[in-house]
Nanobody, 127 residues
Framework: QVQLVESGGGLVQAGASLRLSCAAS????????MGWFRQAPGKEREFAAA????????YYADSVKGRFTISRDNAKNTVYLQMNSLKPEDTAVYYC????????????????????WGQGTQVAVSS
Protein backbone atom coordinates (compact mmCIF):
# COMPACT_ATOMS: atom_id res chain seq x y z
CA GLN A 1 0.00 0.00 0.00
CA VAL A 2 1.22 3.48 -0.88
CA GLN A 3 0.71 6.44 1.44
CA LEU A 4 0.94 10.02 0.23
CA VAL A 5 0.86 13.00 2.60
CA GLU A 6 0.68 16.56 1.29
CA SER A 7 1.72 19.67 3.19
CA GLY A 8 2.51 23.31 2.57
CA GLY A 9 -0.87 24.76 1.74
CA GLY A 10 -2.15 27.99 3.20
CA LEU A 11 -3.75 31.38 2.65
CA VAL A 12 -1.74 33.89 0.65
CA GLN A 13 -2.30 37.05 -1.33
CA ALA A 14 -2.26 37.20 -5.10
CA GLY A 15 1.27 37.29 -6.45
CA ALA A 16 2.74 35.29 -3.57
CA SER A 17 4.44 31.91 -3.69
CA LEU A 18 3.90 28.58 -1.96
CA ARG A 19 5.70 25.26 -2.10
CA LEU A 20 3.70 22.11 -1.63
CA SER A 21 5.34 18.87 -0.58
CA CYS A 22 4.14 15.29 -0.91
CA ALA A 23 5.88 12.62 1.14
CA ALA A 24 5.47 9.06 -0.09
CA SER A 25 5.90 5.75 1.68
CA UNK A 26 5.06 2.10 1.18
CA UNK A 27 6.61 1.55 -2.24
CA UNK A 28 9.80 2.20 -4.13
CA UNK A 29 9.16 5.87 -4.71
CA UNK A 30 11.35 6.41 -7.70
CA UNK A 31 9.67 3.82 -9.89
CA UNK A 32 6.68 5.68 -11.26
CA UNK A 33 5.40 9.08 -12.29
CA MET A 34 3.88 11.47 -9.78
CA GLY A 35 1.27 14.11 -10.38
CA TRP A 36 -0.38 17.11 -8.77
CA PHE A 37 -4.07 17.78 -9.27
CA ARG A 38 -6.40 20.39 -7.85
CA GLN A 39 -10.08 20.71 -7.18
CA ALA A 40 -11.92 23.94 -6.60
CA PRO A 41 -15.36 24.04 -4.93
CA GLY A 42 -18.05 22.88 -7.32
CA LYS A 43 -15.55 21.88 -10.01
CA GLU A 44 -14.04 18.65 -11.22
CA ARG A 45 -10.56 17.62 -10.21
CA GLU A 46 -8.09 18.91 -12.78
CA PHE A 47 -4.53 18.19 -13.75
CA ALA A 48 -1.84 20.66 -12.71
CA ALA A 49 1.55 18.99 -13.23
CA ALA A 50 3.29 15.63 -13.47
CA UNK A 51 6.83 14.31 -13.44
CA UNK A 52 8.30 10.99 -14.53
CA UNK A 53 10.47 8.96 -12.20
CA UNK A 54 13.69 10.61 -13.35
CA UNK A 55 12.32 14.13 -12.90
CA UNK A 56 13.66 14.98 -16.35
CA UNK A 57 10.27 14.87 -18.05
CA UNK A 58 7.65 17.20 -16.65
CA TYR A 59 4.22 18.21 -17.88
CA TYR A 60 1.99 21.14 -17.00
CA ALA A 61 -1.54 22.33 -17.53
CA ASP A 62 -1.67 25.47 -19.65
CA SER A 63 -3.19 27.35 -16.72
CA VAL A 64 -0.08 26.89 -14.56
CA LYS A 65 2.71 26.68 -17.14
CA GLY A 66 5.43 29.21 -16.45
CA ARG A 67 4.26 29.76 -12.86
CA PHE A 68 4.39 26.29 -11.29
CA THR A 69 7.34 23.90 -11.16
CA ILE A 70 7.13 20.23 -10.23
CA SER A 71 10.21 18.45 -8.95
CA ARG A 72 11.07 15.33 -7.01
CA ASP A 73 13.75 14.14 -4.64
CA ASN A 74 13.83 10.36 -4.87
CA ALA A 75 16.29 10.13 -1.99
CA LYS A 76 13.68 11.79 0.25
CA ASN A 77 10.66 10.09 -1.34
CA THR A 78 9.17 13.53 -1.86
CA VAL A 79 7.66 15.44 -4.75
CA TYR A 80 7.24 19.22 -4.70
CA LEU A 81 5.10 21.80 -6.42
CA GLN A 82 6.59 25.29 -6.39
CA MET A 83 3.82 27.77 -7.11
CA ASN A 84 4.75 31.33 -8.00
CA SER A 85 2.68 34.34 -9.02
CA LEU A 86 -0.40 32.82 -7.47
CA LYS A 87 -3.80 33.98 -8.63
CA PRO A 88 -7.23 33.80 -6.96
CA GLU A 89 -8.23 31.20 -9.54
CA ASP A 90 -5.51 28.90 -8.16
CA THR A 91 -7.60 28.49 -5.01
CA ALA A 92 -8.33 24.78 -4.59
CA VAL A 93 -7.51 21.66 -2.66
CA TYR A 94 -4.28 20.29 -4.10
CA TYR A 95 -3.70 16.55 -4.27
CA CYS A 96 -0.63 14.53 -5.12
CA UNK A 97 -1.03 11.15 -6.72
CA UNK A 98 0.99 8.35 -8.23
CA UNK A 99 0.41 5.73 -10.86
CA UNK A 100 1.22 2.03 -10.71
CA UNK A 101 2.39 1.50 -14.29
CA UNK A 102 4.16 3.33 -17.08
CA UNK A 103 1.87 5.74 -18.91
CA UNK A 104 2.14 8.21 -21.74
CA UNK A 105 1.93 11.96 -21.32
CA UNK A 106 -1.76 12.24 -22.13
CA UNK A 107 -2.64 9.50 -19.67
CA UNK A 108 -0.69 11.28 -16.94
CA UNK A 109 -3.08 14.21 -17.34
CA UNK A 110 -6.14 12.08 -16.48
CA UNK A 111 -7.07 11.71 -12.77
CA UNK A 112 -8.57 8.25 -13.23
CA UNK A 113 -5.21 6.86 -14.36
CA UNK A 114 -3.76 7.41 -10.89
CA UNK A 115 -3.90 4.57 -8.39
CA UNK A 116 -2.97 6.32 -5.13
CA TRP A 117 -3.93 9.72 -3.74
CA GLY A 118 -3.08 11.88 -0.78
CA GLN A 119 -5.66 13.57 1.41
CA GLY A 120 -5.10 17.02 -0.09
CA THR A 121 -3.91 20.39 1.16
CA GLN A 122 -5.88 23.61 0.87
CA VAL A 123 -4.50 26.58 -1.04
CA ALA A 124 -6.41 29.85 -0.87
CA VAL A 125 -5.33 32.95 -2.77
CA SER A 126 -6.94 36.27 -1.95
CA SER A 127 -7.14 39.18 -4.35
Amino acid sequence: QVQLVESGGGLVQAGASLRLSCAASGRTFSTYAMGWFRQAPGKEREFAAATRWSGLSTYYADSVKGRFTISRDNAKNTVYLQMNSLKPEDTAVYYCATVNRVLGEQALRRPYEYAYWGQGTQVAVSS
